[in-house]
C-alpha cells in the first residue's frame, strides 16, 4: 500500500491515482502501471548513454543476479561477507520508507527487508523492474518505479533511508542524484550502499565505471547535513558506506 505522496518529475505537482494510472494536477500527463511498475518514462526523453544504458540492462535482467555474485567474489569479497553486511543494516530499518536507487533486481536486498518498511524501487530499466517485482510478489509494501532517477518524483523530506548499491559506479550525473538523494531524505534519514573501487579485469558488466574512494567522500561530505558521520567499510575491492 503506497502511503506516501508522489510528485509528477516533470512540473513538481501532485500526482493522483486513478484507478492503475498516476495523473498529474498540474501538466496533465498520465503516467501508467503495468506489470506492477509504474513508469515514468513514458513522457520524459532519456539522454543517448541513458539509453544505451536501459538497453544494455534490460537485456541482461534475467541473468543479472548471477552477474552480480560473480563480480562481486572478483572484486575479492566473498558472497556470504556481502549479503551479511547488507542484512546487518537493513534489520534496523524497520517501520521506513526505503528507497533503492538503481534498484535492479533488488538482490540481494529484497530478501532483507522489513515486513513493517515499504519498499521503492527505482530503476530506469523494465526489465530488471519486473524480477525485482517477482521477487516481492504481492507483497502491498512494495511499490516499483521505471524513473530517471535525476528526477525523483518524490517529495522533499519524505524518505528514511536510500540505498544505492553500485549505482554509483553506473550512473552519469552523480552530484544530480547525490542532491536529489539529500532533498527527499528526512532530516534524520541515512544513505547505505557500496561502490567497486576497482573493476574485474574481464568486466561483463559494461557500464560500470570505476569510482575511488576519495571520490565518494568528496560526494557524500557535499550534502551539507550537519552532524551526519560517513562510515565506510572496506570488503575486498568493495566499499561500503553509511552515511547517518
Excluded at 518529475?9 to 498540474?26: A, F, I, Q, W, Y
Aim: hydrophobic share 40%; charged share 25%; net charge negative.
Amino acid at each position: 500500500m503506497q502511503l506516501f505522496p508522489v510528485e509528477c518529475p516533470r512540473c513538481r505537482e501532485k500526482l493522483r491515482r486513478n484507478g492503475e494510472t498516476l495523473n498529474c494536477s498540474g501538466c496533465g500527463i498520465i503516467y501508467p502501471r503495468n506489470s506492477g511498475i509504474t513508469d515514468f518514462l513514458t513522457s520524459l526523453s532519456l539522454a543517448t548513454e541513458l539509453m544505451g544504458i536501459c538497453d544494455y540492462f534490460d537485456n541482461f535482467a534475467v541473468n543479472y543476479d548471477s552477474m552480480i555474485v560473480t563480480m562481486v567474489e572478483e572484486l575479492k569479497c566473498p558472497w556470504w561477507e556481502y549479503s551479511e553486511l547488507i542484512e546487518r543494516v537493513m534489520v534496523e530499518a524497520r517501520k521506513k520508507l526505503i528507497v533503492d536507487l538503481g534498484c535492479g533486481t533488488s538482490f540481494p536486498v529484497g530478501s532483507f527487508i522489513p515486513a513493517d518498511s515499504h519498499y521503492l524501487g527505482l530503476d530506469i530499466s523494465f526489465e530488471m523492474l519486473k524480477q525485482s517485482h517477482s521477487l516481492f510478489e504481492d507483497n502491498s509494501n512494495a511499490s516499483f518505479w521505471r524513473i530517471d532517477v535525476e528526477r525523483l518524483p518524490l517529495h522533499d523530506n519524505s524518505a528514511d533511508l536510500c540505498l544505492a548499491f553500485f549505482s554509483f559506479n553506473v550512473f552519469i550525473n552523480l552530484e544530480e542524484i547525490i542532491r536529489q538523494a539529500n532533498r527527499v531524505l528526512k532530516a534524520d534519514g541515512e544513505f547505505f550502499g557500496n561502490i567497486a573501487l576497482t573493476l574485474p579485469q574481464e568486466n561483463s558488466l559494461q557500464p560500470f565505471r570505476r569510482i575511488s574512494a576519495q571520490q565518494l567522500k568528496k560526494l557524500l561530505t557535499g550534502l551539507g547535513r550537519r552532524g551526519r558521520e560517513l562510515v565506510t567499510e572496506r570488503r575486498g575491492d568493495i566499499l561500503f558506506f553509511h552515511l547517518k
